[in-house]
């Protein structure tokens, strides 16, 4: 009424036509129907994605459940409120690893559209809210313009790096989150620009972020977690083959048969040029090789190329990763631990050397509970010295130096306790440690052996490097399901619940060895090559 009372050049006309147009054009109530077929949604899912096996079974849970909700509202059973209301997921993990992506692929098996709205960065709360009509140039938040965009109230939304939100003089745009990630109230979410509510309770909200400790606990606690973890070798290779590869070839002008990679040559390239928990570094090197290939060929160097591990350095200079292999030698003071990081697991070396003088000298970069960890050893092995025949007074006139090379690296966390203590322990009675076994485990005063994360990880970072004895704290053996049955076959694992039992393991000739009196407390002669004659087998250790 009021448009058509006003003079079509009036400067008003504009801003209410502009806002009727949004009024209208704003998808009320039109919906697309929801593809409920549970194996067509996981056959899309599959052909998208290797791996990720918990986000594509949460995905397929939601479809099982809104198939059985609507059955039940056409029998009358529930309201369509009930059926139309959905969960909030957030992914977390690191970079790389297919959060984004997979939101497409729920999108497209849902039979839904899809709208991805960037917060990284966003810092002014009408960004999610939108901006009252009194400014000028005002506009509507991001969720109204990507509902309009869809065409329809049930879209999948992504709200892409969740955890970069700012916050400034203009507002807190994760406060402004909170109505719209709260199923029950969001029904009624009101745009500031728009004036009227607006039911978001039908749109199936997907949040991504690496870092979910920086999003706040209010938002936070609205959210279902799915974790994302990083992709073992295993899972690389095969994304490699099936993705990465094609796409590349396609990219860099190349046919399928022009350009081979052997599997020797792709293990490489994840082993030794990329350090990543994702794969978009792994897909860049593949790109550097295709590109060079593509020259060769295009200069008619070559009609095709085969590209095997012993040829990636000419493609790509040395290797800048080594990953860490096993020792070669049982020795005295030297024990294997296992560490974690966000791009995999790896081995480390625990160092102990005593030498005389006074006190405990730990150096490699460590932090502060890790040096605890060193300190909570020697204290156990103080508080059992007599058991173990060590003497005291040669610990107390000693200094006790322990390293763990790799100095540039900062160490940090409680689970090289077990690796600490049977270095030290080594050290201090000559008995070697066996350099087949690695470990990871928080150790007490009081001798339990307690438990860690990323389990994992650490195993296939000790796999890799050729270590064929675990030992691991007991509490941690149902996190072995994660780990696909054929990488654990060639590997025995020893779960543990004191430090005694570690040091059965850890130790050549076991707690036996550690027990049985010492002449003067001499250090113990190296153990011979075969280790065989110098230990029980492990079959015989329970």
């Known amino acids: 009424n009021r448009l058509a009372r006003m003079h079509p050049d009036a400067a008003e006309a504009s801003v209410i036509r502009t806002y009727l147009t949004w009024i209208t054009e704003l998808p009320w109530n039109e919906r697309s129907e929801d593809q409920l077929d549970v194996a067509a949604a996981a056959a899309i899912l599959d052909d998208d994605h290797y791996g990720l096996e918990k986000v594509k079974d949460r995905v397929l849970e939601f479809l099982a459940v809104r198939r059985l909700r609507k059955e039940r509202a056409a029998r009358g059973e529930l309201s369509a409120e009930d059926v139309n209301k959905g969960p909030i997921l957030v992914f977390t993990g690191p970079p790389g690893v297919g959060k984004t992506s997979i939101a497409q692929s729920i999108a497209k098996a849902l039979g839904r559209k899809y709208v991805r709205i960037a917060l990284g960065g966003a810092r002014d709360e009408s960004d999610i809210r939108g901006h009252r009509r009194t400014y000028i140039g005002a506009m509507p938040g991001r969720l109204i313009q990507g509902i309009r965009t869809a065409g329809t109230k049930n879209p999948v939304i992504l709200l892409d790096e969740v955890d970069k939100l700012g916050s400034s003089y203009q507002g807190d745009p994760s406060a402004a989150l909170l109505e719209v990630l709260d199923p029950a109230q969001n029904q009624h979410f009101t745009d500031h620009y728009m004036g009227v509510p607006f039911d978001l309770s039908e749109v199936m909200f997907i949040a991504t972020a690496n870092y979910p400790e920086q999003i706040p606990p209010a938002l936070m606690d609205r959210m279902e977690v799915i974790d994302f973890s990083s992709y073992i070798e295993q899972e690389k290779l095969e994304i490699a083959k099936r993705y990465l ?37 792994l897909e860049r090197e593949i790109g550097t090789v295709a590109r060079k290939v593509a020259r060769r060929i295009a200069t008619g160097e070559t009609k095709r190329a085969k590209v095997t591990d012993k040829e990636l350095d000419r493609y790509l200079g040395q290797a800048r990763h080594t990953p860490e292999t096993e020792g070669k030698e049982d020795t005295v003071g030297v024990s294997t631990g296992m560490f974690y990081t966000p791009v995999g697991g790896d081995i480390l070396f625990v160092e102990t050397s005593i030498s005389p003088g006074k006190g405990l000298v730990l150096t490699g970069q460590l932090g502060d509970v890790m040096k605890e960890s060193a300190r909570a050893a020697l204290t156990y092995i103080k508080s059992n010295a007599e058991r173990f025949h060590i003497d005291k007074a040669r610990i107390d006139d000693s200094e006790i130096h322990i390293h763990v090379p790799a100095g540039a690296i900062p160490k940090e966390g409680p689970s090289a306790g077990g690796a600490m203590v049977t270095s030290l322990i080594s050290a201090l009675t000559g008995i070697p440690a066996r350099h087949d076994v690695a470990m990871t485990g928080e150790m007490t005063l009081t001798g339990r052996y307690l438990p860690i994360g990323g389990l994992k990880e650490k195993v296939l970072g000790a796999r890799r490097a050729g270590i064929k004895h675990i030992i691991m704290p007991k509490a941690n053996e149902s996190d072995l399901r994660d780990i696909p049955e054929h990488l654990r076959t060639s590997m025995r694992f020893h779960p543990c619940e004191t430090v005694d039992q570690v040091l059965d393991v850890a130790l050549v000739g076991g707690l036996k060895a550690l027990e049985t009196p010492r002449d003067g407390n001499a250090p113990a002669a190296p153990a011979p090559a075969k280790r065989k004659s110098t230990r029980r087998s492990p079959d015989a250790r329970a």
């Open 245 to 281: 590869l094609p796409r590349q070839l396609t990219q860099n002008g190349l046919k399928g048969n022009q350009i081979a990679f052997t599997d020797a040559a792709l293990e490489k390239l994840i082993s030794h040029y990329t350090r990543e928990a994702g794969v978009r570094n």
